[in-house]
């Protein structure tokens, strides 16, 4: 898409819907799953280790767990005490790692303070390191003529969104804001990949609204309530928002809502196409964890 370029404060930005991208990515799993177990009678399987009591990742767990159920993906959970010891899920992994019925394994992060979370990814076989989150699948990712097995599953559902709603990435100026290891870096690896050119702004970026003024497509990732204004976008700029930050909010059930780190309403009169959040990026990534941990059973039984 070489977007509609809106100028006048009338102008609004088309809705990249996430839901329903991932839904019908979902329904796309399924339908693979069904013709590989009516094929060959091996049904994928997905191995979630969940360490501590935090509720925003029990939620995550449980609808992974939910999503794989109506994909027809087996799953298989462990979940330990938030003061258990490091050894103890690397024991998990390592019995995970031999299992024959279990194709991806994937660890929720953040683990508790206590536990070693590069020991922890490490352990993980990269054959079934479907978050790709594994030091050779990222490094992989970074280098030219390598190809990782596994890509992270949020960068990858921002790439598939960006594909799926007809935006041209190669040859445009993509500005990824925020470099985490799960989801700035490897987007911005991601994007690179695709044959954009690519500019990382961070914390220590001198002048950020000026990078971002500059960018075709820009990617949000640092976790800061609308951080990024309509004043920072080029006009016609395609935009995903991974951020998703609670802020207080009494008219609200749950007394906050969820906001992405991008100012919504002034992005909408300026870019030409934007992620909302809830329902842009966040449902994408599940649909890629699936994607994956289908990829991995085909590639383990050969598959195609
Ligand atoms: N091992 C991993 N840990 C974490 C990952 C990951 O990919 N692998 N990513 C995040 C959490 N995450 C999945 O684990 C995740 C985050 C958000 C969503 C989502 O669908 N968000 C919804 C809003 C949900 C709500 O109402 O609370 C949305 O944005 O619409 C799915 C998965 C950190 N840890
Ligand atoms: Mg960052």
């Known amino acids: 898409m070489d977007a509609p370029q809106p100028s006048g404060a009338e102008a609004s930005a088309k809705v990249i819907d996430g839901k329903l991208v991932a839904q019908q990515i979902r329904e796309e799993i399924a339908a693979e799953v069904s013709r590989m177990k009516d094929a060959i009678g091996a049904v994928p399987g997905l191995a979630v280790i969940l360490v501590g009591d935090r509720k925003d990742s029990a939620t995550y767990v449980r609808n992974k767990k939910k999503a794989c159920e109506a994909a027809g993906i087996n ?32 660890v929720q992060l953040p683990l508790p303070k206590h536990m070693n979370e590069e020991n922890v990814l490490n352990a993980v076989s990269i054959e079934k390191d479907v978050d790709g989150f594994h030091p050779l699948n990222i490094g992989r990712l970074a280098m030219r003529g390598r190809d990782p097995l596994f ?32 989801v700035g870096m490897p987007a911005a690896l991601l994007l690179q990949r695709e044959d954009a050119t ?38 016609g700029a395609v935009v995903i928002d991974v951020g998703i930050n609670a ?58």
């Open 247 to 304: 802020v207080e909010d009494a008219s609200c059930s749950r007394g906050y809502k969820l906001v992405g780190d991008v100012c919504y309403e002034e992005a909408s009169k300026v870019a030409s196409a934007v992620t909302p959040v809830p329902g842009g990026v966040g449902p994408m990534t599940i649909a890629m964890l699936l994607s994956n941990t289908l990829a991995s059973a085909k590639r383990i039984h050969n598959f195609q």
């Open 151 to 182: 890509v992270p599953c949020t960068p990858k559902g921002c790439i598939e969104l960006l594909r799926r709603s007809g935006v041209q990435i190669s040859g445009k100026r993509a500005v990824v804001i925020g470099r985490s290891n799960i």
């Open 198 to 235: 690519v500019t990382i702004v961070h914390s220590r970026t001198k002048n950020p609204e000026e990078i971002v003024k500059q960018a075709d497509i820009v990617v949000s990732a640092v976790g800061q309530s609308n951080m990024v204004r309509g004043s920072w976008l080029k006009p």
């Open 75 to 106: 799953s298989f959970e462990v979940r330990l005490q938030e003061d258990s010891a490091e050894a103890e899920v690397l024991k998990h992994i390592a019995a995970f790692n031999d299992d024959p019925a279990v194709h991806g394994i994937l």
